[in-house]
Structures are given as C-alpha cells and as structure tokens.
C-alpha cells in the first residue's frame, strides 16, 4: 500500500556533501512523520533525522549543524542534505514513515525503505 523510494546514496569525501531524498507512494495514506535512520557496521539502528506533521524537525546531536531535512508535503518528499560528512557518518541510510491509512484509524504503521549506502572515506 505504501513504499518509500529512496536515492541519493553514494561515496563521498570527508568534509563533503550528500542529498538523499525519499518519496512515499501509494495511495490511501497520509504522512505523520517523515525522515531518516541510519546503521553503521557493528552498530545498532539509530535516527538521524524527521519532519513530524511536515513542519517540526527532530536531529541527533551528532548530526544537528550539518544535516537540514526538509518536507514537500505535496509530493510526500523529504530530503536530507548532508554538509561536513564524517566517517561515522558511514552507514546505510533507511527512509522512515509513519502513516496514517484512511478507513483504518486505529493504527499507524511504520513504513521502511530498503536503504541507501553512505560511505564516507578516503
């Protein structure tokens, strides 16, 4: 019913940039919050950043003055322009929605994309 198309992944730099941008498709849903985690080899899941009802943001601190995401409610979008990459910053990167489904208000599932490869190096 919902899939999240991700892009944007690739090699880059330390100190370099990065945009990934993320489509929800589908039809019979509505987007609560929006964004991104991310898993580093050898370690657990972690978010990275989220627009919740398309305005309020949320970061992890490691990445609060470098990355902005931002939300194209019309086309169920978000991207995450990442600046000043770090090798940490390695890892693949997840897509992340939570929906609402209309004519189903009793929940609201959570919706993964199938990751995109950011490799900070050298």
């Known amino acids: 019913q919902v899939q999240l198309v991700e892009s944007g992944g690739g090699l880059v730099q330390p100190g370099g940039s990065l945009r990934l941008s993320c489509a929800a498709t589908g039809s019979g849903f509505s987007i609560i919050t929006m964004g991104w985690h991310r898993q580093a080899p050898g370690k657990e899941r972690e978010l990275v950043a989220r627009v919740i009802n398309h305005r309020i943001t949320n970061y992890a601190d490691s990445v609060q003055d470098r990355f902005t995401i931002t939300s194209d409610s019309a086309k169920n979008t978000v991207h995450l322009q990442m600046s000043s990459l770090k090798p940490e910053d390695t890892g693949v990167y997840y897509c992340?929605?939570?929906?609402?489904?209309?004519?189903?208000?009793?929940?609201?599932?959570?919706?993964w994309g199938h990751g995109t490869l950011v490799t900070v190096s050298s």
């Open positions: 992340n929605a939570v929906v609402a489904v209309r004519g189903s208000a009793s929940t609201n599932p959570t919706v």
